[in-house]
Structure formats: structure tokens, C-alpha cells
Nanobody, 124 residues
Framework: QVQPVESGGGLVQAGGSLRLSCVAS????????MGWFRQAPGKEREFVAA????????YYSDSVKGRFTISRDNSKNTVYLQMNSLKPEDTAVYYC?????????????????WGQGTQVTVSS
């Protein structure tokens, strides 16, 4: 396995939307829960959202619930994060990673490292 590759970030005004994508190589992508995490300057990396192997279960942090939607396409080894009603406090570098099935907010060491992430900047 190699680290995931995130894309889709950018600069957007408050109230706007972005869709992030994460491609993870390997033939066993559908075996993993996948999650999105973010890290703002000077802060710890935090959990944002996770999705089960088939996509039938999703999990969100309280700060994004109702605004963000996680989804996946196992045929493309890709997980998405649709972000609506963005706020300045959503500004961060966003990363994806495999997560534990029993603790979807916690990563599991499937990939050798984090990807490079994608920068999301929300202006007020």
C-alpha cells in the first residue's frame, strides 16, 4: 500500500461548498473503513467523518454534522467529502486514512504514512 492522495481543496467564501476526493491504491480498498481528518494551524489533527466498507454507515464529528457528507466509490478506490455551508473554522489541511471498524474515528495502520493532504481555506 502507498499513502492516499487527496485533492479538491481550495479557497472558498463562507457559506460555499467544496468536494474533496481521496484515492487509495490497492486491491483491498473495499475492505477498509475510510475516514477524513483535518489539521488547522497550531492544532492537533482531528476526526471529521468516516464511512463503513460498503458505505451503508457513516460517522461525523459534531462540528460538521449536517453540513458535510462522506461517500465512497469502491470501483474507483475513492472516498469523497462533500462540504457545504463552509465556515472559516473549517479552514485546515484535510487528509484521508483507513480507520478502525470498531472505532471509526481512529486510524488503522493500513497505509505507511499520511498523504500530503489538501488545503481548504474558508474566507469570512
Amino acid at each position: 500500500q502507498v499513502q492516499p492522495v487527496e485533492s479538491g481543496g481550495g479557497l472558498v467564501q463562507a457559506g460555499g461548498s467544496l468536494r474533496l476526493s481521496c484515492v487509495a491504491s490497492g486491491r483491498t480498498f473495499s475492505s477498509y473503513y475510510m475516514g477524513w481528518f483535518r489539521q488547522a494551524p497550531g492544532k492537533e489533527r482531528e476526526f471529521v467523518a468516516a464511512i463503513s466498507r460498503s458505505g451503508d454507515s457513516t460517522y461525523y464529528s459534531d462540528s460538521v454534522k449536517g453540513r458535510f457528507t462522506i461517500s465512497r466509490d469502491n470501483s474507483k478506490n475513492t472516498v469523497y467529502l462533500q462540504m457545504n455551508s463552509l465556515k472559516p473554522e473549517d479552514t485546515a489541511v484535510y487528509y484521508c486514512h483507513a480507520t478502525r471498524w470498531d472505532q471509526p474515528a481512529v486510524i488503522t495502520q493500513v497505509f505507511p504514512s499520511w498523504g500530503q493532504g489538501t488545503q481548504v481555506t474558508v474566507s469570512s
